[in-house]
């Protein structure tokens, strides 16, 4: 009896791409379908580019594995794999295009430490529980693109300290969530707290994915930011930063978020009637945001 043939083409390194998509064919879900059918074509072309060996492929498995295993609860080791490859730049970067953009205030990465929520404070509160660094004030207003004040917007901060360090890297060593606040603007949109000049610093590099740096000579440092969730109703919530003019690594950030627009002046202030409204000592640092949120309707 002859052998019935098979129902789709066997593999071949010639068919490779086109055997395996066929076998997605019937995949419900049609962006799912679309998604895997044009990232097995451009991985199967990827390995015939390169002429991948299989200890390549043992190797970037074992990375891959241990990549895994450094996350925990306050650790995403995957996210810093993408950031460092720069796919969250260009994810976010293509998620936001479209009508309402060119107005709005530019985005970045939302980073590994948005790990616990940002306790609420009342405007004008410190963010800072700890003692040191140089006293900071950052006052701000969210307006719509046609530059209306989002009353009752909301503004979740955080931010490294002096040090480098996020409140999730040193615990039992600085206050549970310090750096951090979320803040109801009033009725103008406007916002402020108090906080400390962020220092720049480098991503946790103690993993595989500090490893990959290594291996490529790159450093694994960050600007100085402060990160930014903001949000109002009838719009698109926004994740940004603010980065410190002057600092180090601007144009070098490990994980490529550095837009222009983001880059502020945190200038000096010495005058003390200037530092008297806010209860701060003389001198502290200043800087003014002014963010534009697209409608939701804009969004693609």
């Known amino acids: 009896m002859t052998p019935a043939p098979p129902s789709r083409p066997l593999f071949s390194a010639e068919r490779s791409a ?36 299989q200890a390549e492929l043992d190797t970037a498995i074992d990375f891959l594995t241990r990549t895994g295993h450094a996350c925990t609860d306050v650790r995403q080791e995957f996210q810093l794999l993408s950031d460092v490859l720069g796919m969250s730049m260009l994810v976010d970067s293509l998620d936001h295009t479209g009508p309402g953009q060119a107005s709005a205030t530019e985005s970045t990465v939302l980073g590994p430490f948005h790990m616990v929520d940002s306790p609420p404070r009342d405007l004008g509160e410190s963010i800072s529980l700890a003692e040191g660094g140089e006293p900071t004030l950052v006052t701000g207003q969210v307006l719509g693109a046609d530059g209306t004040p989002l009353a009752g917007a909301l503004v979740d901060v955080w931010q490294a300290d002096e040090k480098g360090y996020y409140d ?61 969730i903001v949000g109002a109703q009838g719009h698109r919530p926004l994740t940004t930063h603010v980065f410190v003019a002057g600092s180090d690594y601007l144009d070098s950030d490990a994980v490529f978020g550095v837009k222009e627009s983001l880059v502020l002046d945190f200038d000096e202030v010495r005058e003390p009637e200037r530092a008297a409204p806010y209860d701060l000592p003389v001198p502290f640092r200043h800087a003014h945001v002014e963010i534009s949120l697209r409608v939701a309707e804009a969004h693609r």
């Open 18 to 53: 086109e055997v395996v998509t066929e076998a997605f064919r019937d995949t419900p879900d049609p962006r799912l379908r679309t998604v895997l059918t044009s990232l097995v074509a451009h991985l199967h072309a990827f390995a015939k580019e390169v002429a991948l060996t």
């Open 168 to 228: 999730v890297q040193r615990p039992g060593e600085v206050p549970d969530r310090n750096l951090r606040g979320l803040f109801t603007c009033d009725e103008e949109g406007r916002f402020r707290f108090r906080t400390i000049l962020p220092a720049a610093y480098p991503i946790p590099d103690d993993g595989p994915v500090g490893q990959l740096l290594k291996a490529t000579a790159r450093h694994p440092y960050r600007p100085a930011h402060i990160h930014f």
